[in-house]
């Protein structure tokens, strides 16, 4: 296995690292992680478009490695504001733009609001405004902080987090 390192953290990278992305193993078990990270994104009713995108690609095997992570979920209405035709129909841009909501390292509301930059998994850095006690990530609002996964955070946000096609 290989690391990635971001914020001096490090990430292993489950075998099948390409770009960027996970390439499935033909076989193996899934990390016993996975479920806490399924329920915790699942769960919330608002989250069902991005739980229905993450199982669509292999940017789930991300989420449920050793971590940690930091994930900045849109809930559905953000999804909502895009052409989620166009995007589901390219399946790499639709990874690239998954990854973007990754950050590694398990970052809680309160470290975000002392950052000013994040560099996500993929993607370019990610902008933090912080004034009192609302946050935005990239212009989106984080409506829901530090939702704990096991193996890291989900904070939910009012935006996509996009990339460039």
Known sequence: MSELRAH???ITKPPGWKGGMYQRA???????NAGVWVATIALPADLTTFTHLLDSTQVRELLVGA????VFAPDDDAWST???ATLRADPDWL??????????????????AQ??????????DLRLAVQGTCATVDGASIVRPDLDAGNGV????????EVPR
């Open 8 to 10: 001096g953290i490090g």
């Open 26 to 32: 033909a076989a193996g078990g899934e990390p016993t």
């Open 67 to 70: 971590g940690p992570f930091t």
């Open 82 to 84: 895009i052409d989620l």
């Open 95 to 112: 990874a690239r733009t998954l990854e973007h909501h990754v950050v590694a390292g398990q970052l809680s509301f309160d470290v975000l």
């Open 115 to 124: 950052r000013g930059t994040l560099t996500p998994v993929g993607g370019p």
């Open 154 to 161: 989900v904070h939910v946000i009012t935006g996509v987090l």
